[in-house]
């Protein structure tokens, strides 16, 4: 499916019915990684329908030369929201990168969203971010991008890569990812925090952008859950998605209420 904004074209795939929730991936990927990891973390839930754009530059969603910032970015992103939900709030999921664009969208226009989680998310206040460690393998499965992403490295974990993570990265726009990674910072919204019901979920061996950060949104918006999962990296939405299943079921409880 495809919709159409002032500056690109964005495609996007989308399963069930209801209430819309925007998924949105990292860097490097495209939908298909948030697809497989968030499908299983919505198993069961009704009424929602769940929609996975790719991100400029990013799948088969093209970034002209025009898209130069992380802001030109956050436009097509509230262009396609707005489009593909209308006038109804939607739910907002981010991660890593995905994470960036869905508070900053929260932050912006709190009034079109009903529920923000953010996973893994990438943030302007990174800090003490741990060394990459492996917990599980011997570290000698996969490519040199796969024994940085994850901590849990096992057979199982590989495939996931393969499937889900792989065919993104061969389709990254690397140019334009470049190019709008040099502005890749986003002003805070004014005014105050968004104050629906926000969920923080972060990894405590996640390499690339730590969790200390994450934890300060919790002081941040006040009807934030926050959690740090021991053992767990950047990979989080593969490696640990029964435990992230109940944290958004949680999440999901307490935006229908």
């Known amino acids: 499916m495809e919709a159409r ?104 226009h709190p009034t079109r969203v009903a529920g923000l989680a953010l996973v893994c998310p990438l943030l302007p206040g990174i800090r003490d971010v741990p060394e990459h460690r492996v917990v599980v393998g011997s570290g000698g499965l996969g490519d040199e991008e796969f024994r940085g992403y994850f901590v849990v490295q096992t057979p199982e974990m590989l495939e996931r890569y393969e499937r889900f993570v792989v065919p993104g990265m061969e389709l990254a726009d690397e140019t334009a990812m ?47 859950t926050a959690a740090v999962l021991d053992d767990t990296g950047h990979a989080l939405p593969h490696e640990r998605p029964e435990l992230l299943r109940a944290l958004i079921q949680d999440w999901l409880d307490r935006v229908s209420r």
């Open 5 to 108: 904004t002032g500056k690109t074209t964005v495609h996007y795939v989308e399963h069930g019915s209801g209430r819309p929730a925007v998924i949105l991936h990292g860097a490097g990927v495209d939908h298909r990684e948030s697809e497989a990891c968030f499908e299983l973390a919505f198993a069961g839930a009704t009424g929602i329908r769940r929609i996975y754009p790719d991100l400029p530059g990013m799948g088969r969603t093209p970034a002209p030369v025009e898209i130069r910032s992380a802001e030109d970015v956050l436009t097509v992103l509230l262009e396609f929201v707005e489009q593909v939900s209308g006038d109804e709030p939607s739910w907002l999921i981010g991660h890593s990168a995905g994470a960036h664009f869905a508070l900053a969208m929260a932050e912006r």
């Open 178 to 224: 470049e190019r709008i990674g040099e502005r890749w910072e986003l002003a805070p919204g004014e005014g105050t925090p968004f104050d629906g019901p926000t969920l923080v979920v972060a990894g405590r061996l996640d390499s690339t952008v730590g969790y200390a950060a994450a934890l300060d949104l919790a002081d941040r918006y006040p009807h934030a």
